[in-house]
């Protein structure tokens, strides 16, 4: 009865150490594999943040040119306000010189239109309404050029 319980007991410990042997290998290639699959997934990542930055882009690229043919093209009579002018001139940080540039005329004229001493034609209020559509990074490349 003893040599078949030292029997088992050698054959216990035989298979537990064969079996530690293959778990041991089948681990090497399973940590190999999450390794890479660690790594692509990390540049799918990459790849769809750089995708998502370009459809924003591309958005707002959309809307901006919406924008701007809807008000060049918009035949209804513009309001002009002189407060709204102003308010839009700070709000950008332009100088009434550079805002003035925007929309082809001086400071000066500029000036006085907020000031209420002088009102623009119909075809100025259009421009108005035209630069009021730009966004900050058009009206700065427009200034720049």
Same mark, same amino acid.
Not at 41 to 69: D, Y
Not at 74 to 94: E, M, Q, V, W, Y
């Given at each position: ?6 029997i088992a007991?050698?054959?216990? @410990?035989?298979? =537990? ?11 090497? /290639? $399973?940590?190999?594999?999450? &390794? ?5 997934? @990390?540049? $799918? ?17 959309? @809307?901006?040119? &919406?924008?701007?043919?809807? =008000? ?8 002009? /306000? ?12 332009? *100088? ?12 000066? &004229? ?7 001493? /002088?009102?623009?034609?119909?075809? #100025?209020?259009? #421009?108005? =309404?035209?630069?009021?559509? $730009? ?7 427009? $200034? =720049? *050029?």
């Amino acid at each position: 009865m003893r040599d078949m319980t030292n029997i088992a007991s050698v054959l216990k @410990a035989e298979i =537990a150490r064969v079996a530690r042997k293959e778990v041991r290998s089948e681990l090497e /290639s $399973l940590k190999k594999a999450n &390794t890479q699959h660690r790594g692509a997934i @990390a540049q $799918l990542k990459r790849q769809v943040a750089g995708l998502e930055k370009e459809l924003r882009l591309a958005q707002r690229s959309v @809307a901006t040119k &919406t924008r701007q043919a809807r =008000a060049e093209a918009d035949d209804t009579p513009r309001r002009f /306000s002189a407060a709204r002018l102003a308010a839009h001139r700070i709000k950008l940080g332009l *100088s009434a010189a550079a805002y003035g540039k925007l929309v082809g005329m001086s400071g000066a &004229t500029l000036y006085l239109w907020e000031k209420g001493k /002088s009102r623009p034609n119909p075809e #100025q209020v259009k #421009q108005l =309404a035209a630069v009021r559509a $730009l966004g900050r990074r058009e009206i700065q490349d427009r $200034l =720049a *050029s």
